[in-house]
C-alpha cells in the first residue's frame, strides 16, 4: 500500500512539474492561455499554431515554442504634420488600436519582433493619415468629417498591414492643432473679422440710433404742436365763454357794470403814491363827478 501511494505522489509530483514545463514552454505539454498564441517550431518551421487556449502536445527538446499576445494592443505614435485639401497645416497626434491576427506571417514578417512591428505600423499609419487629411478640408478634419476621418484611416492601414498577419482594429486622433506660425496667423485673421464684425455692428447700431432718435424727434413736434394747436383752441372757448358772460352781464345792468370796470381803473390806475394831472372835466373822474352830483351840494 505504501509502495502503492509512493507511486501515486510520484506520479502526481511528475505530472505538475511536467504541467510547470508546459507553462514555462518546456517538457512535451503545450499549455495556451486566453490572452496567448504559440507557434511550435521544428528546425525554425512551423510545426503546430495554436489561437485557442488549451492543452496539447509536443516533441520536447527537438521543438521550440514562440508565444504572441493575442489581446489588442495599443501603439501612441508621434505627432505629425499634415496638410488639407485647402492648404492648412495640421499637427495631428493619434494612437493605434491594433492585434496579432495570424502569428505565422507575423513571425515572418517581423523576425526581430514587436518593436519591428510597431516601426511599420507607425510609418503605414501616418502614411495612410496624410494621405485621407490631404483628400479633406480643414473644416472636415477639426470638426464636421472627423470620425469619417478616423474610419477612413484605419480602413486604410487595416488593408495594407493585413498581409503582414496584423490587424488594425482602430486609429483615433487625439489632438489637432496648428503650428505654431500658422496658429498666430489664423488668431490674427479671427481677431481682424471679429473687429470688422464688431465696426458693422457698431456702425448699424449708430444708425439705427439715429433713425430712432429722428423719428422721436418728429413725434415729439407732433405731439407740442398738437398740444399747442389744443390749448390755443382752448383759450380761445374760454375766452370767446368769458366775453359772453361778460356781454350778459352787461346787457343786464350796463350802469352797474360800467361803475365796476371804472371803480377797477381806479384802483388800477391810483396808487398810494400816485399823482395825476388831468383836468377836471376829465372823463376819468365821471364816476366821482356823478357821485357828487348824486350827494348834492
Known amino acids: ?28 505539454f ?42 489588442r494592443l ?5 505627432p505629425i504634420t499634415a496638410q488639407t485639401r485647402d492648404q492648412e497645416l495640421l499637427v495631428i497626434d493619434n494612437y493605434v488600436i491594433w492585434r496579432i491576427e495570424d502569428p ?13 512591428a510597431e516601426a511599420q505600423i507607425n510609418q503605414v499609419v501616418n502614411n495612410d493619415l496624410r494621405e485621407v487629411i490631404g483628400q479633406r478640408t480643414f473644416s472636415e478634419v477639426v470638426t464636421t468629417s472627423r470620425v469619417e476621418v478616423m474610419q477612413a484611416i484605419t480602413r486604410k492601414s487595416d488593408e495594407n498591414l493585413r498581409a503582414s498577419g496584423i490587424r488594425i482594429e482602430d486609429v483615433r486622433i487625439n489632438r489637432t492643432e496648428l503650428p505654431a506660425p500658422t496658429e498666430e496667423n489664423v488668431y490674427a485673421r479671427m481677431r481682424t473679422e471679429r473687429e470688422r464684425l464688431a465696426r458693422k455692428e457698431r456702425a448699424e447700431g ?17 405731439i407740442v404742436a398738437e398740444a399747442k394747436r389744443d390749448a390755443e383752441i382752448e383759450r380761445g372757448q374760454g375766452d370767446a365763454e368769458a366775453t359772453r358772460i361778460f356781454a350778459e352781464a352787461y346787457s343786464a345792468d350796463p350802469e352797474f357794470y360800467g361803475f365796476v370796470r371804472g371803480l377797477e381803473a381806479y384802483r388800477k390806475g391810483i396808487g398810494p403814491r400816485t399823482t395825476l394831472v388831468l383836468s377836471p372835466s376829465s372823463e376819468f373822474f365821471r ?8 350827494k348834492g351840494p
Open 1 to 28: 500500500m505504501r509502495r502503492l501511494i509512493f507511486i501515486c505522489l510520484v506520479t502526481v509530483a511528475a505530472f505538475a512539474g511536467l504541467v510547470w514545463l508546459g507553462n514555462i514552454d518546456r517538457g512535451p
Open 30 to 71: 503545450l499549455i495556451t492561455r486566453e490572452d496567448q498564441q504559440k507557434i511550435v517550431l521544428l528546425f525554425g518551421k512551423p510545426l503546430l499554431v495554436r489561437t485557442e487556449p488549451g492543452l496539447a502536445l509536443r516533441l520536447p527538446f527537438v521543438t521550440d515554442v514562440l508565444t504572441y499576445d493575442k489581446r
Open 74 to 78: 495599443y501603439l501612441s505614435t508621434e
Open 104 to 116: 505565422v506571417q507575423y513571425r515572418s514578417s517581423f523576425p526581430l519582433g514587436r518593436s519591428a
Open 206 to 222: 449708430e444708425q439705427e440710433g439715429r433713425t430712432i432718435r429722428a423719428q422721436a424727434d418728429r413725434e415729439s413736434q407732433v
Open 287 to 294: 364816476l366821482l363827478d356823478s357821485a357828487k352830483e348824486a
